[in-house]
């Protein structure tokens, strides 16, 4: 808590939380938020180092932060940490946003409903109880991606991964919904899917495109990709090919800031065609 000399109402801080962390939109976005809000409050790239981080988690509630994002590497290493865990972050074994409040750390995963809010707001017609969802990656970004396509109903959830092993995981833990398909049978999982996701790394500028044959891909079915760096990728080029619809996955990374920002600093941000310039700026 802060000192008496702190004054009564210190102006709060949040920010991200990663190792390196100078790669982050975030700072840009919930900058772009305090601005447009008139809100007093800074949101600042914080490098730490995993053996730091403990100690700057314990620490920085008492410097005026209210809460922080976590990205690469300590999404899996804040669950420790925390005092309580959302149990959606359980679930996905990760969290990205944090609350102190009171003098303890809670831990949530917000990635998830970034991910559904995105294809809502871009695909509003979207209806994921209407048919399988194909998901490309096993990673930590594909578990929560999961975990929300099932919360939302989806009949099916296919996955399928280079690495099996992590596919086999997420159906021993989602459950009985889940069928994996070999990752060199991977174009099978189209047939008949209503969703189709890439939640692997490939497609991002200076990789591999992902190389999957979408003939089995329905045109009626909804793509979307996580990689937006490029934002077309050679994946949701190739699914507008097919006559599909696509979304791409900057509005996931916007709209799962949404929730801290308000958690933070009180006010529930607009996710909108400004903020997406001021974040590709
Ligand atoms: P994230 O948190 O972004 O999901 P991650 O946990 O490292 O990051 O997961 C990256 C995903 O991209 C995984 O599904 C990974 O497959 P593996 O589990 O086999 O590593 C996938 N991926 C990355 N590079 C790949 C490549 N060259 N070929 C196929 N899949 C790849």
Redesign the pocket.
Known sequence: MPGPDAGPSPIPLAGVVGWPVAQSRSPRLHGHWLARHGLAGHYVPLPVAPEDLAQVLRALPRAGFVGLNVT?PH?QAVLALADSVTDRAALIG?ANTLVFRGGRIHADNTDGYGFVANLRQHAPDWVPAAGAAAV????????AVVASLLECGVPELRIT???????DQIKAEFGARVVVYD?AQAANMLEGAATVVN????GMDG??P?RLPLDALDPGALATD?VYTPLDTPFLRQARDRGCRTVDGLGMLLHQAAPGFERWFGVRPQVDDDLRRAVLA
């Open positions: 690469i999404k990760a490309i990656g096993a990673g930590g970004a594909a578990r991964n280079r690495t099996r092993l992590r596919a990752w939640a692997t790394s490939l990789k591999q992902l996580l």
